[in-house]
T-cell receptor, first 118, second 112 residues
Framework: KAGVTQTPRYLIKTRGQQVTLSCSPI?????VSWYQQTPGQGLQFLFE???????NKGNFPGRFSGRQFSNSRSEMNVSTLELGDSALYLC?????????????????FGAGSRLTVL | GENVEQHPSTLSVQEGDSAVIKCTYS??????FPWYKQELGKRPQLIID?????GEKKDQRIAVTLNKTAKHFSLHITETQPEDSAVYFC???????????FGQGTRLTINP
């Protein structure tokens, strides 16, 4: 079974630009979550999608947005980039269905997209 | 909102000794507590998890304990080996939400 795939792995942008990151979950997983990882703030939740609907959202400004497609693939977008947006953006997928069953909650992370804003 | 405090931020132990990392959560509605290991330059990987209806869980050299009353949980690694060196993150999930709140991480170094 292929793991969680994120593209691109590395990218460099300048302030004011926008960026779109892509995530393909494990086959059969319908929940996709996004996390931002920085040395100072650790791992912070951005949002979670299930069946094309955003179910949970973290405390990030509206410049951060996302969506999920019918095949469960997800994208996140950051507009008007700021220097502080430089981070590793991690996508994670989980089965979620039958949430009280063993394994349903387990998040499997992708390798991440490392964004540098200059 | 939910907050997770993790201690210590760094931990150095001799190979073969035990390591303990502790986390405290704030929301009593949290019901799922995973631990992730992240090696340098790699993705976080789940090493063990525990649900709120269980007090302890063990998997070979790794164990996790949960005290719901005190709202804290701990990771125990016995007979540490050099490959245990990594950053370890605890997390808590609120019931009904697929959203993890992570601790700040513990950098564990195993000295040969």
């Amino acid at each position: 079974k292929a793991g969680v795939t994120q593209t691109p792995r590395y990218l460099i942008k300048t302030r004011g630009q926008q960026v779109t990151l892509s995530c393909s979950p494990i086959s059969g997983h319908r929940s996709v979550s996004w996390y931002q990882q920085t040395p100072g703030q650790g791992l912070q939740f951005l949002f979670e999608y299930f069946s094309e609907t955003q179910r949970n959202k973290g405390n990030f400004p509206g410049r951060f947005s996302g969506r999920q497609f019918s095949n469960s693939r997800s994208e996140m977008n950051v507009s008007t980039l700021e220097l502080g947006d430089s981070a590793l953006y991690l996508c994670a997928s989980s089965p979620w269905e039958g949430q009280y069953l063993a394994g349903a909650n387990v998040l499997t992370f992708g390798a991440g997209s490392r964004l540098t804003v200059l | 909102g939910e907050n997770v405090e993790q201690h210590p931020s760094t931990l150095s132990v001799q190979e073969g000794d035990s390591a303990v990392i502790k986390c405290t959560y704030s929301d009593s509605a949290s019901n799922y507590f995973p631990w992730y290991k992240q090696e340098l330059g790699k993705r976080p990987q789940l090493i063990i998890d525990i649900r709120s209806n269980v007090g302890e869980k063990k998997d070979q050299r790794i164990a996790v304990t949960l005290n719901k009353t005190a709202k804290h949980f701990s990771l125990h690694i016995t007979e540490t080996q050099p490959e245990d060196s990594a950053v370890y993150f605890c997390a808590a999930r609120i019931q009904g939400a697929q959203k993890l709140v992570f601790g700040q991480g513990t950098r564990l170094t195993i000295n040969p």
